[in-house]
């Protein structure tokens, strides 16, 4: 695996079809299956990892944000990536850098209502990676449906010549969807955090038996979470993002929560097949993952 620091040196060690795994480290099993799903549809698997300030909309989350360096180099090597990316931070947003990469519409709801700004950095940060490492295919998890959309809006209204590869959510054996900032809930907050899941698969169990109402789905949720400081829970158009009352297209059925001092979102994906609703639950490990907590 070679390391690489900035966007010409990984351009050159690039041949044949690339695919690209934007990431912002301290990997877990979420993180390896992106890279495992186009690892045999390319011939040069690039991962970049950096941690970016400008999706943040709160100084501690950044600072607080986990990260090993050494162990996410390990992992990257279990599943055979070509290359490794770790600009710093002048490399991606050189002195005096003010272009924004703003996506309006399907930024505006949901995340975008209670992070303003965030899209706005993340749009931006993939639109540099896009253009400085100039990829075939890149992958991106419906474990965030809501900056997936936003990707896509991009790539279609720039003409970005890259295809967007949707992966599955990956959760813990007991339903906790993965997340990095997982490390930081305590074993109570834990043990809380699960009536999220929760109340999601309650929701996809009234799917498949044919409830379509979208305030009935996310009045499951919000009961399940009903002890948590749920910042809201939307059945949203997948495409768009924009809330739905009734499920009669592909949809996303959001929430985000804080957990103690971590806040995590999650939500189950609705594709149709044959004209019906079927709710993607997301793969669920066998074991629990590697993610482990902090000290």
């Not at 996310?218 to 949203?236: D, G, H, I, K, Q």
């Amino acid at each position: 695996m070679e390391l690489t620091t900035t966007f010409s040196e990984t351009r050159d060690l690039s041949v044949g079809r690339v695919a690209l795994v934007p990431t912002m480290g301290f990997f877990h099993e979420g993180h390896l299956s992106l890279m495992r799903l186009v690892r045999d549809r390319c011939d040069t698997l690039i991962v970049s990892n950096f941690v970016n300030p400008t999706q943040f909309d709160r100084e501690n989350d950044l600072e607080e944000y986990p990260r090993d360096l050494d162990r996410d180099r390990a992992m990257a090597v279990e599943v055979d990536v070509d290359i490794f990316f770790e600009p710093e931070l002048g490399e991606v947003y050189p002195e005096g850098a003010s272009t924004i990469v703003d996506v309006p519409g399907v930024s505006h709801w949901m995340e975008g209502r209670h992070r303003p700004g965030h899209f706005a950095g993340v749009a931006t940060v993939v639109a540099k990676l896009f253009a400085g490492i100039q990829p075939d295919d890149a992958v991106f998890g419906r474990k965030d449906a809501q900056q997936l959309a936003v990707i896509e809006a991009m790539v279609r209204d720039l003409r970005f010549p890259v295809e967007i590869v949707a992966a599955p959510l990956v959760r813990e054996s007991d339903g906790l969807a993965l997340s990095s900032r997982n490390v930081h809930l305590s074993p109570a907050d834990r043990e809380s955090s699960l009536a999220i899941s929760r109340g999601l698969f309650q929701a996809a169990e009234q799917i498949d038996a044919g409830e379509v109402r979208g305030e009935r789905l996310e009045a499951t949720v919000a009961r399940s979470s009903r002890r948590l400081t749920t910042e809201y829970v939307t059945l949203a158009s997948l495409e768009t993002m924009v809330p739905i009352a009734t499920l009669d297209q592909p949809a996303v059925l959001a929430v985000a929560a804080q957990v103690g001092s971590v806040r995590l979102i999650d939500n189950i994906v609705v594709d149709f097949e044959g004209g019906r609703p079927v709710p993607d639950r997301g793969l669920i490990l066998d074991e629990p993952s590697r993610l482990g907590t902090l000290p």
